[in-house]
T-cell receptor, first 116, second 112 residues
């Protein structure tokens, strides 16, 4: 596709429900990242994929958060038993390869999650 | 550890004004430095980058010079336009590292 696609663009859910966020990266991009952006804050790293494997999950804030990537393409971020503090914009980015020098990140427009 | 500090926003300017958004960093080694921009309703996109000391990155009339002596990478533009209104993020990475360390972002508002 032309760019990184994320869905849904907006999600409102009740506290305690599970949500699944989807990211469709640019075709051929092997590296995929999930970030969280809270109001007035910078980007908080969540997880990094190289192909289908996730060598760095260190940013996941709790065991309620998980992510997978299949076929080296689409990724889903799942948040179980959502809490109000999970409300944020969840950003996905992809790049041709790891290492930022010649492989800039391409971002999707994000999913705005609101937990009521 | 590595960190990036940006000036707090919002920064409000009139059209054709001179822009500076300050960015300083703390890093071991010799990081690469980046400015990303997020226009309203769009995803973040790379604006410019610099990979070694004294390099100047430039794009769309914006410039930033990698100053190792002051550990800074300030973003400048000589004459801003309303269309430059966006959130600007400064970031760094160690060469070959997959991780970017991000500043908090600076919202820029340009009034006609």
């Amino acid at each position: 596709g032309a760019g990184v696609s994320q869905s849904p663009s907006n999600k409102v859910t009740e506290k305690g429900k599970d949500v699944e966020l989807r990211c469709d990266p640019i075709s051929g991009h092997t590296a995929l990242y999930w970030y969280r952006q809270s109001l007035g804050q910078g980007l908080e790293f969540l997880i990094y994929f190289q192909g289908n494997s996730a060598p760095d999950k260190s940013g996941l804030p709790s065991d309620r958060f998980s992510a997978e990537r299949t076929g080296g393409s689409v990724s889903t971020l799942t948040i179980q038993r959502t809490q109000q503090e999970d409300s944020a914009v969840y950003l996905c980015a992809s790049s041709l390869a790891a290492g930022q020098l010649n492989s800039p990140l391409h971002f999707g427009n994000g999913t705005r999650l609101t937990v009521t | 550890g590595n960190s990036v500090t940006q000036m707090e926003g919002p920064v409000t300017l009139s059209e054709e004004a001179f822009l500076t958004i300050n960015c300083t960093y703390t890093a071991t080694g010799y990081p690469s430095l980046f400015w990303y921009v997020q226009y309203p309703g769009e995803g973040l996109q790379l604006l410019l980058k610099a990979t070694k000391a004294d390099d100047k990155g430039s794009n769309k009339g914006f410039e930033a010079t990698y100053r190792k002596e002051t550990t800074s990478f300030h973003l400048e533009k000589g004459s801003v336009q309303v269309s430059d209104s966006a959130v600007y993020f400064c970031a760094l990475s160690d060469p070959g590292n997959y991780q970017l360390i991000w500043g908090a972002g600076t919202k820029l508002i340009i009034k006609p």
